[in-house]
């Protein structure tokens, strides 16, 4: 993985400037992850702690995280045990991906109590876990291992902590030249994957860009002697000690890139094997921020959006075949003309019919030609049943089109609306999926997982994203139905901008100033095509309006609107200029 022993060394290094600093604040925005606000000589920040099996992950962020408004158990017990409290240690264990903070309170008592918070990043296995450092007892973990999962250990409240297992690898900052050569001579693996397998804290990215550095003269005098079958020890050494070096200072080089297969990595050290897009940073933080950056929001959105995502698209699969079905009828309503023109015809040569014909040739008297056209007879019926049956046909499509006409529209609002979901779906966070299932439930399409449990207050407002552009001035988005309502008609005044991309589904954008330049229209309607259908898109068409010129219809689907007086500019969505505007997170 990515994130290893180097990374979480750098990563703790730089959280040293957090020691003697205040835990201010706790909140736990999902099952994985846990924000510590800290209050320090360096000012506020706030720290993510991550067990995700797919991201686990320690930096600081810059991010707006929305929490439930009922916190989770652990969280209400890291508050009760570690809000307030001095850290007084951070350390790593070894060159491990585990990582100790050990801190100090008063309990209620007035007595002072210690407790630490263990994290292990280790892939599916990660954990956050609060013990007592005296005893060694565990309070609780955000993820609880039973005795039935892991016969190794169990994390538990009450069980003491157990370290993970053992994997009797050397610490790459402390072994000798000596040592180096005499443990790679005596091995026969290549020497990337005796890297991996020797050292703690090396992947195999690392173990990669060490044996990378291996001088072109010594690849070349190996691929031609048959007596060297491996890099040379002392060859291999330099190269080792020409990162490890680095590491055991601290002189990391945060780094982004593309490798050669076009995939994207990152490291705390300098790596030779990104081929593109290399970006440094600062700090590791800055780093982790831009390598993560909502991937695994995404990844978590993904499964809890599933259910939503396949009834949403049955129901549109059902509407699409629907107007399939309405279309076809269309067709044969149109020929209602031709039943009554064939009822006519048979009811003015009733003579020239007899019962048991299966059809007849007449002389189409409303025809300038006077052509002859064939009809077809039912041969049970007599030749007046035959014309009443067409004048019956006649009259059911004609009194049906108006009806086909109706359904036709309902279902082409209905497809249109089931599009905007899906669209609303793809960019949703963890909270507006929630508020996307809940206008599901006040429509009428699910029922209300939730009857019997508590009920949703009256003036609970939906989530609003803020922006502000680069001329200082506030820009409000909605990314689902309930926001877009909520940001265009309740908070937008009537002379506020209202921008909305031209004939594709996205969200509603509102420039909250009546005075504003062409760099904030610009950011904001790069924010209704970046929030939009049209995202990968170029040139996107985004249209503008006065509020005052923007209404709903009576009894349309929630987020729909009619507006007029618009003008229309064309942007190309740009995810670094979305992602440079200040922007924040906060119900209503």
């Given at each position: 993985m990515a994130l290893d022993g180097i990374v979480t060394r750098a990563i703790v290094h730089e959280l040293q400037g957090c020691k003697g600093g205040r835990i201010s604040k706790i909140h736990q925005p999902n099952g994985h992850d846990v924000v510590l606000t800290l209050r320090a000589q360096r000012g506020n920040s706030k720290l993510l702690i991550s067990a995700s099996p797919t991201y686990p992950r320690v930096h600081f962020t810059e991010k707006t995280f929305v929490n439930p408004t009922e916190a989770p158990m652990f969280c209400m017990l890291l508050r009760k045990h570690c809000e307030g409290a001095i850290i007084e240690e951070i350390r790593q264990i070894g060159m491990e991906r585990i990582i100790h903070i050990d801190m100090r309170q008063r309990d209620e008592l007035g007595d002072v109590s210690v407790k630490r918070i263990i994290i292990e990043l280790m892939g599916r296995h990660s954990n956050i876990v609060l013990v007592d450092p005296i005893t060694g007892t565990i309070l609780?973990?955000?993820?609880?291992?039973?005795?039935?999962?892991?016969?190794?250990?169990?994390?538990?409240?009450?069980?003491?902590?157990?370290?993970?297992?053992?994997?009797?690898?050397?610490?790459?900052?402390?072994?000798?030249?000596?040592?180096?050569?005499?443990?790679?001579?005596?091995?026969?693996?290549?020497?990337s994957r005796w890297l991996v397998n020797s050292f703690s804290g090396l992947s195999p990215l690392i173990a990669g860009e060490i044996t990378s550095r291996v001088p072109a003269a010594q690849e070349a005098d190996q691929a031609a002697s048959e007596d060297v079958a491996r890099i040379e020890a002392n060859v291999l050494w330099n190269a080792f000690e020409s990162v490890m070096g680095l590491v055991r200072v601290h002189n990391y080089t945060p780094v982004t890139g593309l490798n050669?297969?076009?995939?994207?990595?990152?490291?705390?050290?300098?790596?030779?094997?990104?081929?593109?897009?290399?970006?440094?940073?600062?700090?590791?933080?800055?780093?982790?921020?831009?390598?993560?950056?909502?991937?695994?929001?995404?990844?978590?959105?993904?499964?809890?959006?599933?259910?939503?995502?396949?009834?949403?698209?049955?129901?549109?699969?059902?509407?699409?075949?629907?107007?399939?079905?309405?279309?076809?009828?269309?067709?044969?309503?149109?020929?209602?003309?031709?039943?009554?023109?064939?009822?006519?015809?048979?009811?003015?040569?009733?003579?020239?019919?007899?019962?048991?014909?299966?059809?007849?040739?007449?002389?189409?008297?409303?025809?300038?030609?006077?052509?002859?056209?064939?009809?077809?007879?039912?041969?049970?019926?007599?030749?007046?049943?035959?014309?009443?049956?067409?004048?019956?046909?006649?009259?059911?499509?004609?009194?049906?089109?108006?009806?086909?006409?109706?359904?036709?529209?309902?279902?082409?609002?209905?497809?249109?609306?089931?599009?905007?979901?899906?669209?609303?779906?793809?960019?949703?966070?963890?909270?507006?999926?929630?508020?996307?299932?809940?206008?599901?439930?006040?429509?009428?399409?699910?029922?209300?997982?939730?009857?019997?449990?508590?009920?949703?207050?009256?003036?609970?407002?939906?989530?609003?994203?803020?922006?502000?552009?680069?001329?200082?001035?506030?820009?409000?988005?909605?990314?689902?139905?309930?926001?877009?309502?909520y940001v265009t008609n309740r908070l937008a005044s009537s002379n506020d901008t209202w921008l909305h991309t031209k004939d594709i589904p996205g969200s509603h954008v509102v420039i909250r100033s009546t005075d504003f330049g062409e760099a904030t229209l610009e950011e904001a309607a790069q924010l209704a095509a970046y929030f939009s259908q049209a995202k990968e898109s170029s040139s996107v068409p985004v249209d503008y309006t006065l509020i005052r010129h923007v209404r709903k219809p009576s009894g349309a689907k929630p987020g729909f609107v009619i507006y007029d007086n618009q003008k229309t500019v064309f942007v190309t969505p740009n995810e670094e200029l979305i992602k440079s505007l200040p922007s924040t997170i906060k119900n209503g």
């Open positions: 609780d973990g955000i993820h609880h291992v039973t005795p039935s999962i892991s016969s190794y250990r169990v994390i538990m409240p009450g069980f003491s902590y157990t370290e993970p297992p053992e994997q009797h690898k050397s610490n790459p900052l402390e072994i000798s030249n000596t040592e180096f050569e005499n443990s790679y001579n005596a091995s026969e693996e290549e020497a050669a297969k076009g995939k994207k990595i990152f490291s705390a050290v300098q790596l030779q094997s990104i081929k593109d897009a290399e970006k440094t940073y600062d700090t590791m933080s800055k780093c982790m921020e831009d390598y993560y950056g909502d991937k695994a929001e995404r990844d978590t959105v993904k499964q809890r959006v599933s259910d939503l995502l396949r009834f949403l698209q049955n129901e549109r699969s059902k509407n699409i075949k629907k107007l399939d079905n309405l279309n076809k009828d269309l067709l044969e309503a149109d020929d209602a003309d031709k039943f009554r023109l064939w009822g006519e015809l048979l009811f003015a040569s009733l003579h020239q019919v007899s019962k048991g014909d299966k059809s007849v040739e007449l002389v189409n008297f409303y025809d300038e030609d006077q052509a002859n056209i064939t009809i077809q007879l039912d041969p049970l019926l007599t030749p007046s049943d035959n014309a009443q049956r067409y004048f019956k046909r006649y009259n059911k499509y004609k009194n049906s089109l108006a009806v086909i006409h109706e359904q036709l529209g309902k279902t082409k609002d209905e497809i249109d609306y089931l599009d905007n979901l899906l669209q609303q779906l793809s960019i949703a966070s963890m909270n507006d999926i929630e508020e996307i299932r809940e206008e599901l439930v006040q429509q009428g399409y699910l029922r209300d997982r939730n009857k019997k449990g508590k009920k949703k207050k009256k003036n609970d407002r939906p989530t609003v994203h803020q922006f502000t552009s680069s001329e200082g001035i506030e820009l409000l988005v909605g990314k689902n139905n309930l926001q877009n309502e």
